[in-house]
């Protein structure tokens, strides 16, 4: 359960402020596992990491388009497996960053959901000297 509240600022001398109370279910599209994506090692090594997309409150959905907001420093591919209602998803991750140094990125996955659905992973990358 969400709940917010809300203050409006009016031109009503009356009432200058107006609250407005909101609240409502949030429900969980997909269980990712792990929750993150982390690439941790050398410049050099092959690093890669994959984290498990199941569909939670929407049973049988599909992943339309994949998108890294960044991309430079990450090669991913997502594969769905399974049959339906057992279906899961699979996105795979590899870095390309040859170099010390850190970096963060996201990638967003759309589904064929009605109304449109987005599901952001985020990836972090440590490559130690």
Known sequence: ?????IKIHT??????????????????IARLTPKMISLRGKPGETLSAEMKIIPAA????????AVARNGRDIDYSIEK???????????????????????????ELETDLDPKRTIKIRVAGYINP
């Open 1 to 5: 359960m969400v709940k917010e509240v």
């Open 81 to 107: 497996q399974g049959t339906p209602p057992d279906s899961y998803f699979v996105l795979t991750v590899h870095n390309q960053k040859s170099s010390a140094g850190r970096y963060f990125d996201i990638i």
């Open 11 to 28: 031109n009503d001398p009356d009432k200058k402020v107006i609250t407005v109370s909101l609240s409502g279910e949030v429900r969980l």
């Open 58 to 65: 929407f049973p049988d959905f599909n992943i339309t388009r």
